[in-house]
């Protein structure tokens, strides 16, 4: 790390994304059990506390230390490599895709056809023909072992049905 | 029936006329390890109607071999590319996994699958000897002795993040949080399932663990041309069969670490519904313990890839003890076994020993003949397996998230687990950016539910009087050895350099 960053006090913005998730999952959770027996709210109620503890003690220790100039908020700050960020969501917005659609296509195509994108994104489009071969075997070779082998209870779809008639 | 010579030399004769039904359900039990999603229990139910046709002792055997072979091949996904192939395995990639990122992945396999091996032949043979008072174990632990076993465990989460206390707390009470959603065991009462019927049953564990581990790896790692960093490639360049060498020698040399945590790994073993999770995650807390060096864990340290890998071998032997002399199975694959055998007309307790002699003794021997065969098998094995760190990103990426988030589907085949991962992948994602470490979180969920299990049963007996925590000898005894567990060794060290001073 250059001297330059090192004097740079750092941009604690982002590490408290978890404590806030974590905050507003316990609130919410805790309006869950107001109806239960206390013996089942218990151990939650403690642990909450302790993490309620542990965040507050979190936020002191930010305070002081933004005081003392080693750390800072800032929204401006955050340092984002936009390429990658951009192949992080598309890759994202890809497996959110491979999700919603493996119940219709079933597992082999939606598998070919994520695994062929995803490789395709990756590679910036430089390996098509390489994508090709790689998405074909992983859906022929997760057909082959993991549905005709081991009949395990992979979504079915179009390919599956017509293997399933023929084998 | 007496163990004897005569017997024992029938018992190994046998066992090796089965050798070829030991091979497949070994090789069965290595490939169905490493796949997240897929477990010795998920195969053995696939594989019901070969097991049910087979004679009971043939279908005990196949089941042994593929549960022992299971929980071995469970480490390899963990230290390639620190997705745990089981919940087992989840303490394997807290050391193992930066060995492997460091280049030194050959050797990582090797002292997994050595300390693997050595740690369930011995406590195969240590639960065959000592089978009778092993059993009695069981009914000395109750819930108030199991909620300070489950905080040896938890204890984890403090030491784990050495670097940043605070953060590792947050990380891991949040995952304890996240382990308390669902109905709870007494009430029946949903809490904190977001109106998700699938949540009532708790956070899916292979889901959680995909997400965490696979999927935000995945999307960490997307940057670098390899899993393997810089230094790493040009260290895995140079490999040749060294660094297995030099693995075999490195966990021969801390034989004592692969015996102490394998034997933690028995006695949690033989607790019912304890399991492999719990033993290597207070076998990794124990070593980091009374360590020498305990800053070096979580670095790549090789004391911590032995402990959890010798503690969840040991667990492996241990569950079958409550199973074969109680009837009462440890863990899932135990209670499959039991269903398969009870199928057969086997009746479990004290007197299988002498009836079906075969079954009873011959599940040990099965046991410890698979652990022989699988460090034949598997060592030279473990230079081909390290070459999965230099497969390009571009290729890896897409395939673990595909094959992961579909084994995350296989457990209970509800389409709403992908998402589940999915969640968990963007909140391990985060966590890894921001320096909140992902294992504690995953101990939390693990344990969370456990420990809360036996809270409400211990406080349930006791009608809400929270001294029952305190009400017997055994337990007392576990918290003053969790208190010194926890501080004995900063004493050690302060006592010892006011004493120099």
Known sequence: MSEDSNSQPKNVLPDLIIPVMALVFTAYYLTTITEVPWIAQASAILVSAMLSAAIFAFAIRTYLRMRGGQERISWSAIEIDRVSTVKRIALLALTITYIAVIEYLGFTITTFLFVFSAVLLLSSLAHWRSALAVSFSCATLGYVVFIYFFQTRFPRGPVENFLKGVL | MEMDAALAFELFTRTLSYWWLILIGTALGLVVGAIPGFSAANTIIILLPITLAMDPSSGMIFMVALYTASRLG???????????????????????????????????????????????????????????????????????????????????????????????????????????????????????????????????????????????????????????????????????????????????????????????????????????????????????????????????????????????????????????????????????????????????????????????????????????????????????????????????????????????????????????AIVFGIIGYIARRTGYHVAAILIGIILGPLLENYFLRALRISQGDMTVLFSSTLANVLWVALVLSLFGPAIKRWITKKWRA
């Open chain 2, 74 to 420: 469970a480490g390899i996904p963990a230290i390639l590319v620190n997705i745990p192939g089981t919940a087992g395995a989840a303490a394997t990639p807290l050391d193992g996994y930066p060995m492997a990122v460091a280049g030194r992945g050959q050797e990582a396999l090797t002292i997994s699958f050595v300390s693997s091996v050595l740690g369930g032949l011995i406590t195969t043979i240590v639960a065959l000897l000592l089978f009778p008072w092993l059993s009695q174990l069981a009914y000395h632990l109750h819930s108030v002795e199991m909620i300070v076993i489950m905080l040896f465990g938890i204890s984890l989460i403090a030491t784990i993040s050495a670097d940043d206390t605070l953060k590792g707390l947050i990380a891991g009470l949040f995952g304890l949080m996240i382990g308390y959603i669902g109905a709870d065991v007494v009430y029946e009462a949903p809490r904190g399932t977001f109106g998700f019927l699938e949540l009532y049953d708790k956070v899916p564990l292979i889901p959680a663990l995909v997400g965490l581990f696979a999927i935000s790896e995945a999307f960490v790692v997307i940057e670098r041309e390899t899993i393997l960093s810089e230094a790493g490639r040009a260290e895995a360049a140079s490999h040749g069969w060294s660094p297995t060498f030099d693995g075999v020698r490195a966990t021969l040399k801390e034989w004592k670490e692969v015996v102490w945590t394998s034997l933690v790994g028995l006695v949690i073993g033989v607790i019912p519904g304890a399991g492999a999770a719990i033993a290597s995650f207070v076998a990794y807390q124990q070593s980091r313990m009374f360590s020498k060096t305990p800053e070096k864990y979580g670095t790549g340290h090789i004391n911590g890839l032995i402990a959890p890998e010798s503690a969840n071998n040991g667990v492996t032997s241990g569950t079958l003890i409550p199973l074969l002399i109680i009837g009462v199975p440890g863990g899932a694959t135990a209670a499959i076994m039991a269903v398969v055998l009870e199928y057969h007309g086997v009746n479990f307790g004290p007197d299988l020993f002498e009836t079906e002699p075969m079954i009873a003794y011959g599940s040990f021997t099965a046991m410890a003949f698979t652990y022989v065969l699988l460090g034949l098998m598997i060592l030279p094995l473990s230079r081909y397996f390290a070459r999965v760190m230099i497969v390009p990103t571009v290729y890896m990426v897409p395939i673990l998230i595909a094959f992961t988030l579909v084994g995350s589907f296989v457990p209970r085949a509800y389409l709403f687990d992908m998402s589940v």
